[in-house]
């Protein structure tokens, strides 16, 4: 059965860094890539990152791109996303997802909350 | 960036009811779009990729058409199961996806 558990949320004041994370289990986590998708609260589905399943392709959104940073390691089967420089925008849950020929969502976590506040 | 505009953004139908929700692209994607179905508290769940192909599992009253710029997803026949806010999402560039502002799914 595949599962994907993030975890690292939690409540950060602007400007800060936070690292989140995304253990992956049943099924060959390094056949495919894996994305990051937020969702602010009562909002829509926003995109945030993707990453080829070694790692050379790797594509951000324009509202992230330089302030986060999307990696993998194989070995251990998870997924990450370092996010540096964070603001009230960023406030959302954060799913990370598996993405079959790099572009079909598959399989997604349950989230984990980013609150960002003074 | 390629944008995607979802309409309508909301709709109330009855049971047993077609329903049919739109997606546009700002410019052509082939049929580089892909269908997801997000209940209340839970995570999105694909529904249709390629446009046009149903997941395995999904049962075949939801359908999806189009391409280049113009899509449609259809309900056949609307189940109360199906309560839900759905969303488009073109993959031109895997790497660089976005997806349409989601339709809300009530029953009238």
């Known amino acids: 059965e595949v599962q994907l558990v993030e975890s690292g949320g939690g409540l950060v004041q602007p400007g800060r860094s936070l690292r989140l994370s995304c253990a992956a289990s049943g099924f060959t986590f390094d056949d495919y890539a894996m994305h990051w998708v937020r969702q602010a609260p009562g909002k829509g589905l926003e995109w945030v990152s993707g990453i080829s399943w070694n790692s050379g392709s790797i594509g951000y959104a324009d509202s992230v791109k330089g302030r986060f940073t999307i990696s993998r390691d194989n070995a251990k089967n998870s997924l990450y996303l370092q996010m540096n420089s964070l603001r009230a925008e960023d406030t959302a849950l954060y799913y990370c997802?598996?993405?079959?020929?790099?572009?079909?969502?598959?399989?997604w976590g349950q989230g984990t909350l980013v609150t960002v506040s003074s | 960036d390629i944008q995607m505009t979802q309409s309508p953004s909301s709709l109330s139908a009855s049971v047993g009811d077609r329903v049919t929700i739109t997606c546009q692209a700002s410019?052509?994607?082939?049929?580089?779009l892909n269908w997801y179905q997000q209940k209340p508290g839970k995570a999105p769940k694909l529904l249709i990729y390629?446009?046009?192909n149903l997941e395995t599992g999904v049962p075949s009253r939801f359908s999806g058409s189009g391409s280049g710029t113009d899509f449609t997803f259809t309900i056949s026949s609307l189940q109360p199961e199906d309560i839900a806010t759905y969303y488009c999402q073109q993959y031109d560039n895997p790497f660089r996806v976005t997806f349409g502002g989601g339709t809300k799914v009530e029953i009238k």
């Open positions: 410019q052509d994607i082939s049929n580089y």
């Open positions: 390629d446009a046009s």
């Open positions: 997802a598996k993405a079959r020929s790099s572009s079909y969502f598959d399989y």
